[in-house]
Each structure stands twice: as structure tokens, then as C-alpha cells.
T-cell receptor, first 117, second 113 residues
């Protein structure tokens, strides 16, 4: 079974530039998550989708971050304009479960490491 | 109410020893407690998880001990091996978190050969 695919793996940009990350979840997984992981910290949830609807985006800095999940499958996360403090690893995860049940396991991709100079 | 506190921040254990990582939670409505393992350059991966109806769960060398009254749970790694060197995250979730995982800050474990 193929895992969660993310690209690009690494991206270096100047502040105020824009960047986009792509995620392809495990086939059949209804729920997709974008997390931000700053070095030395635990993952911080940015946005959660169920199919193509947003379940929770309360921690997404909406003035600069946007995300979409087209047709309930692939997802993109965009940052525009980037700030220095956006330097982090952006992790995509998917799960079989729905947002209203504790069905357990999240499957993570390898992440996209962003460096903002 | 939603925090999960993890300790220690880092841990060095000799090969063959027992590694112990502790977590404490506040919300008594939490009912799912997973541990994730993360290697450098990789995403976290589920290692083992427990629900509060049992006090202990063992999978190979990995054991979760759960103390509902103290609102604490811990990960024990028996016969620790250099390949266990990674960062470990505890987490918790339940109806009060809309079933979203509340993550601990992580423990960087180093197993010395």
C-alpha cells in the first residue's frame, strides 16, 4: 500500500515570496491533515479536511496560509507571503477515520522542509 | 485543559537498558492515548496506543502503562537498541478535542551502543 506522498521535500525561499506544498493521501482515507512542525517541537495542526470539506482551520494563519483539497483527494497548502517564522517542516497526514470518531492511526508523509531566508 | 505534558525533553540510555518516557494530561474526557515515533527526516509513525479501559498494553519491547486516576501514561522500551534512537511523541484525544490529537512536546531518545 502506498503511503502519503508529499512534494517538494525541500524548499528555500526569500521572505515575502510564495510557496506551495502538495499532498497525496493514502487511497480511501477520508480525513487529511496539514501540520506544521518547528524544529524541536511537536506537530501543530493547521487544517483538517474531511473529504473536500474543512473540519477545522482554527490555527491556520489565514492572512497568509491557504489550503484546499480538490475532489476530496489531493491537497495543496500555500503560503503567501512567507515570513521567517514559517521555516518549519510541513507534514501531511491522512486517516481512515472521520472527524467524529476516535478511529486512531494517522499516517504521515515525510514532510516538506521550508527554509525562509 | 487540553495540554499534554511530556518529560524528559531528552534521554540517553545504554544499549540493553530500559527507556522510560512520561506524559500527563488534564482532560478526563480524553480516551485515546497513542505514542508516535519519529526518525530524522521522516514523519511520525504510530508506535503503540492505549485506551483507558486497560492499565497496560505491550507490543514486543514497547509497553504503555496507563494510570487513569493520576492522569498519566508512560512508554517503556525494554532492551533498548541503537535503532530505537528517535524522537517520541505522546498524544491524547477525545470528544473535548473533537478527536484531534493533542501532542506532547517530544522526547529525543539516544541509545548508546
Amino acid at each position: 500500500e502506498a503511503g502519503v506522498a508529499q512534494s517538494p521535500r525541500y524548499k528555500i525561499i526569500e521572505k515575502r515570496q510564495s510557496v506551495a506544498f502538495w499532498c497525496n493521501p493514502i487511497s480511501g482515507h477520508a480525513t487529511l491533515y496539514w501540520y506544521q512542525q518547528i524544529l524541536g517541537q511537536g506537530p501543530k495542526l493547521l487544517i483538517q479536511f474531511q473529504n473536500n470539506g474543512v473540519v477545522d482551520d482554527s490555527q491556520l494563519p489565514k492572512d497568509r496560509f491557504s489550503a484546499e483539497r480538490l475532489k476530496g483527494v489531493d491537497s495543496t497548502l500555500k503560503i503567501q507571503p512567507a515570513k521567517l517564522e514559517d521555516s518549519a517542516v510541513y507534514l501531511c497526514a491522512s486517516s481512515l477515520g472521520t472527524s467524529w470518531s476516535n478511529t486512531g492511526e494517522l499516517f504521515f508523509g515525510e514532510g516538506s522542509r521550508l527554509t525562509v531566508l | 485543559q487540553q495540554q499534554v505534558k511530556q518529560s524528559p525533553q531528552s534521554l540517553i540510555v545504554q544499549k540493553g537498558g530500559i527507556s522510560i518516557i512520561n506524559c500527563a494530561y488534564e482532560n478526563t474526557a480524553f480516551d485515546y492515548f497513542p505514542w508516535y515515533q519519529q526518525f530524522p527526516g521522516k514523519g511520525p509513525a504510530l508506535l503503540i496506543a492505549i485506551r483507558p479501559d486497560v492499565s497496560e498494553k505491550k507490543e514486543g519491547r514497547f509497553t504503555i502503562s496507563f494510570n487513569k486516576s493520576a492522569k498519566q501514561f508512560s512508554l517503556h522500551i525494554m532492551d533498548s537498541q541503537p535503532g530505537d534512537s528517535a524522537t517520541y511523541f505522546c498524544a491524547a484525544s477525545g470528544v473535548d478535542s473533537n478527536y484531534q490529537l493533542i501532542w506532547g512536546a517530544g522526547t529525543k531518545l539516544i541509545i548508546k551502543p
